[in-house]
T-cell receptor, first 114, second 116 residues
Framework: DTEVTQTPKHLVMGMTNKKSLKCEQH?????MYWYKQKAKKPPELMFV???????INESVPSRFSPECPNSSLLNLHLHALQPEDSALYLC?????????????FGQGTRLTVV | AQTVTQSQPEMSVQEAETVTLSCTYD???????LFWYKQPPSRQMILVIR??????QNATENRFSVNFQKAAKSFSLKISDSQLGDAAMYFC?????????????FGKGTKLSVKP
């Protein structure tokens, strides 16, 4: 199983809503990542979890709150988002640190904030 | 800080022909990794090929090969015998040696179209 599964695939939410994005992998990877990708732009790293601890937060606004309940699961809690937060949110996982092994990406959640 | 530059926003190739996508990068590190990722309309980022900076030999994966010029900080991707399924956005990416495998710096991407 080399899959990273993200749910939901599409999400429309109002600016006052609270919602969560979910990411799951069963490859035994110990690092997981959230990326944000605007249309026709490259992905931008938001958060890195290593061994279930937050190791990198790329100055992301507090309306995005990541959570790693266990080594297989990564959540992104959303609250009071703005229309400019509409984007594709990609999750990825990897074995850990070092080496040339690549990160595996999910298919993303397309988020629209209205 | 490291940067990755892809100077071709769009490229087009005829089916069965060969195309080369360009990528340059800037880093002060001597050890690092370079990748080409493909993102089709399905949105999933798929690894195409990888290169370790300390290896002089250019990486090859079936129809995909790279021309890695470390001194010039250049990392181009050659696609031979192009197929319709190769149509996608292609991103060049850089990662520091020893860093988390998903801590990638991407270029802006090149949209590749394949004409039948």
């Amino acid at each position: 199983d080399t899959e990273v599964t993200q749910t939901p695939k599409h999400l429309v939410m109002g600016m006052t809503n609270k919602k969560s994005l979910k990411c799951e992998q069963h490859m035994g990877h110990r690092a997981m990542y959230w990326y944000k990708q605007k249309a026709k732009k490259p992905p931008e790293l938001m958060f890195v979890y290593s061994y279930e601890k937050l190791s990198i937060n790329e100055s992301v606004p507090s309306r995005f709150s990541p959570e790693c309940p266990n080594s297989s699961l990564l959540n992104l809690h959303l609250h009071a988002l703005q229309p400019e937060d509409s984007a594709l949110y990609l999750c990825a996982s990897s074995p850990g640190r070092g080496g040339v092994t690549e990160a595996f990406f999910g298919q993303g959640t397309r988020l629209t904030v209205v | 800080a490291q940067t990755v530059t892809q100077s071709q926003p769009e490229m087009s190739v005829q089916e069965a022909e060969t195309v080369t996508l360009s990528c340059t990068y800037d880093t002060s590190e001597s050890d690092y990794y370079l990748f080409w990722y493909k993102q089709p309309p399905s949105r999933q980022m798929i690894l195409v090929i990888r290169q370790e900076a300390y290896k002089q030999q250019n990486a090859t994966e079936n129809r995909f090969s790279v021309n890695f010029q470390k001194a010039a900080k250049s990392f181009s991707l050659k696609i031979s015998d192009s197929q319709l399924g190769d149509a996608a956005m292609y991103f060049c990416a850089y990662r520091n040696y020893g860093g988390s495998q998903g801590n990638l710096i991407f270029g802006k991407g090149t949209k590749l179209s394949v004409k039948p």
